[in-house]
């Protein structure tokens, strides 16, 4: 039912180049390129999202892909963290709290990688996302990466 609150989620690792996570971030692409006119230029490399310093996870719904989150390390000011990237939902299982148990499950897997803090950059096009950091004890953080100083980027960390 749609907007129900989601109870038969499963979490698992996968590779960041496997087709469940290509497929999912592709389709991230896509939302960013609608809301912002174009992609994120992050570059990342499958490798960081691997363990032991980083992980992707994908998230099925009833058997069916739903979502996504990854972390992999961010050095800042010589403290290492795990900078969370492609937090999504798509579209058919939002409205339903699997983001905010996407984010949770970051964090606990963030504490188990060693990391005692988590940031991430976000755009102003996505109010959705900023309401939820905020709602979960995220506080505004200093830029990082290659859109620290662009006007629409924010950035937020939380110590685990």
Do not use: W
């Amino acid at each position: 039912m749609r907007n129900s609150p989601v109870t038969d989620l499963v979490l698992r690792e996968a590779p960041f180049d496997s087709p469940e996570a290509i497929a999912l971030i592709s389709e991230i692409q896509q939302e960013y390129v609608n809301r912002y006119g174009g992609p994120d230029d992050t570059p990342v490399v499958a490798a960081e999202f691997s363990p032991p310093t980083g992980l992707f996870v994908v998230a099925e719904v009833g058997g069916e892909l739903a979502g996504c989150v990854g972390l992999r390390s961010h050095v800042i000011e010589g403290v290492e963290c795990a900078e969370m990237k492609r937090l999504y939902v798509r579209p058919a299982f939002r409205r339903r709290g699997l983001a905010r148990k996407l984010l949770v499950g970051a964090e606990q897997r963030a504490e188990l990688l060693g990391y005692r803090r988590l940031i991430l950059e976000t755009g102003d096009r996505q109010p959705e996302a900023i309401a939820l950091y905020r709602s979960s004890g995220y506080q505004p953080h200093a830029g990082f990466g290659i859109y620290a100083g662009e006007a629409g980027s924010q950035y937020f960390a939380k110590d685990l």
